[in-house]
């Protein structure tokens, strides 16, 4: 176990020093753009997608109408999971330490760690959208062109991969636009906002910030534009692995959610024995999303 002791911070013990540094600006929240929080009182939450009534058929005069069935369809399981970490000090180190206004700054260091490691829980539902070894509720990964509805198969993602352009961006949209539910009927579903990585953000201020279309010689309008298609922008998530994949979130109630069973917590306690100080941070969560219609996207090229 790793113990900081005056062996590790010998520099900090003499005096006149002309700074003492470590700490940085971290990225914030980033989860809170993609996934809807939601507190749990359970070791695990289930949710389950109802199978609704198929479309209506025709009736003949004097005919009997036709009965459709009503059933639960699959179900989401968000397992808790802890993650903590923590540091120990001697008493010495405490005591001969000539910077402690500047060095260490434990709970802001402690914050910080446990920040990162949510951000990157997160972004891991995005980063395993396209693996069927990270499958949703359907069996499909995230991203999938066979997410089965009754009657057949529903896509939200490209047959072939398609960078970040115009051209794919208008057919995300439409591919939104033909979402069924469970039961095979339209629904009426919208992007809302455009999660990229870093390398796709200035793609992706072109195609949404521009009143005409890019790449192009002709004074056209556009169409993403003026319809507000992605009403809400788009969003850089430095968390995200693959340079090409990107993403458009929908307006689905149901989709990324963010279950939260114990919030970060932060001890501090005296070994009776060593008189080390022992700081933990810990907290309890989970990500996952229960319907795929939350989204669609690609892994790009």
């Given amino acids: 176990m790793a113990i900081i002791t005056l062996q590790s911070i010998q520099n900090l013990l003499r005096p006149g020093l002309a700074a003492v540094f470590g700490d940085y600006e971290t990225y914030p929240d980033q989860w809170k753009e993609i996934f809807t929080p939601h507190v749990s009182n359970k070791a695990v939450e289930y949710e389950v997608e109802m199978r609704l009534l198929p479309m209506a058929q025709f009736k003949p005069d004097g005919g009997a109408v036709q009965y459709g069935d009503m059933a639960q369809q699959f179900t989401t399981q968000y397992f808790h999971q802890n993650f903590g970490i923590g540091f120990q000090i001697t008493a010495n180190a405490i005591r001969d330490n000539l910077y ?14 446990m920040r990162q490691a949510k951000n990157i829980q997160g972004a891991a539902v995005l ?3 396209f693996n069927p070894l990270f499958p949703v509720s359907d069996g499909q990964p995230l991203f999938s062109l066979s997410h089965p509805v009754q009657g057949g198969v529903v896509p939200n993602t490209f047959s072939v991969p398609s960078q970040l352009n115009e051209t794919s961006l208008q057919d995300a949209l439409i591919g939104i636009q033909k979402f069924l539910n469970a039961a095979g009927l339209r629904i009426a579903l919208g992007a809302e906002k455009m999660i990229v990585p870093p390398e796709l953000q200035f793609t992706a ?11 192009t010689a002709n004074n056209d309008i556009s169409a993403v534009y003026n319809l507000s298609s992605v009403p809400m922008g788009y969003r850089v998530n430095q968390f995200l692995t693959n340079p090409t994949q990107w993403q458009l979130i929908t307006n689905e109630s149901n989709g990324f959610k963010y279950y939260e069973r114990d919030p970060l917590s932060i001890d501090m306690f005296t070994d009776t024995t060593t008189r080390n100080l022992n700081v933990t941070f810990v907290e309890r969560y989970s990500f996952g999303c229960s319907n795929w219609r939350a989204t669609f996207g690609s892994q790009g090229v």
């Avoid at 402690?100 to 402690?110: F, I, M, V």
């Avoid at 201020?205 to 790449?215: F, H, I, N, P």
């Fill in 205 to 215: 201020e072109t195609l949404l910030g521009s009143k005409y279309r890019v790449a």
């Fill in 127 to 129: 980063n395993n959208g």
């Fill in 100 to 113: 402690k206004d500047a060095w260490p700054r434990a709970t802001e260091s402690g914050k910080d760690s």
